[in-house]
């Protein structure tokens, strides 16, 4: 007799009832177990266990799948913003029971069938969903990451049925961005038409960016204070004496007051500080 708790965790602790019994759970026991107290009942032909987690358990509430930002981010793909739930929902469905008014629900009719019972997306139905809805630099940092962790080959992609935004960000997109920080970065510096390389090391230091041979840009995260802080004063000091110059900003800057990177990027740029 299959166990009814380990096959629930196995699925992610909430499945459809069907699926269990097909399985080889007994009918009887999940019954049994949800009049205990063992199990619980999200909806009508569901069965979860209590300390399910709470977006696979809203999604089987809903009748809808987990996709767009919201699996990308549960993948470990690197998310700009999330605005609030991201949901897929069937074509066919006329109503949603949304607890959560702030949810995105995404009607298309996705290019990977949907397996009965499945709440969350797949990669190739999310990457398709983001290219759709994100703007492009935050949905080319998601396609980015998921190439990058290789969730996903570039070939693969290439024989799907893509819209105007997919083919664009297809065409962007490369396997090598350890971050969507460096996609970032250099889809806004692209019109410089200088090379622009990411998380290169020069003598034993690792630099965040090298524009052009000698301008180095180091950006600093909310772990750069104490030891980190001094270590980077140090290798700033090292590049410096090795003829580069280094220019460090922060990720706030980066992502919400981009102009003043930018200016510092171009006066930098003016007087020739990127050449040998």
Not at 108 to 120: F, M
């Amino acid at each position: 007799m299959v166990d009814l708790i380990t096959e629930l965790k196995n699925r992610g602790g909430v499945a459809p009832k069907t699926s269990l019994v097909e399985a080889g759970v007994s009918g009887y026991a999940i019954d049994c177990a949800v009049a205990a107290g063992v199990v619980i009942r999200p909806k009508r032909g569901w069965v979860a266990v209590p300390d399910v987690d709470p977006y696979l358990l809203a999604a089987a509430r809903a009748g809808v799948v987990l996709t767009c930002i919201t699996r990308a981010k549960r993948l470990g793909l690197w998310v700009l913003a999330e605005d609030g739930p991201h949901v897929g929902a069937p074509p066919s469905a006329s109503r949603l029971n949304l607890k959560n008014q702030r949810a995105t629900v995404h009607w298309a009719r996705p290019i990977e069938p949907r397996a009965r019972g499945s709440l969350e997306d797949s990669i190739l139905n999310t990457l398709l969903i983001v290219a759709d809805c994100q703007p492009h630099e935050a949905a080319l940092a998601v396609w980015e990451s998921a190439l990058n962790l290789r969730l996903v080959e570039m070939a693969e992609l290439e024989r799907l049925p893509l819209g105007v935004a997919g083919r664009r960000l297809l065409q962007e997109a490369t396997p090598f961005a350890d971050s969507g920080l460096e996609t970032i970065f250099r889809t806004r510096l692209r019109w410089l038409a200088l090379p622009i390389r990411s998380q290169i090391w020069i003598h034993g230091h690792r630099a965040d960016f090298l524009i052009g041979v000698r301008q180095v840009v180091q950006v600093d995260g909310g772990h750069h204070v104490g030891i980190q802080r001094a270590e980077d004063v140090a290798h700033d000091a090292a590049l410096m004496l090795l003829g580069y110059h280094v220019i460090r900003v922060t990720y706030v800057q980066v992502i919400k007051r981009w102009h003043e990177v930018q200016d510092l990027v171009m006066r930098a740029v003016a007087q020739g500080l990127h050449r040998a």
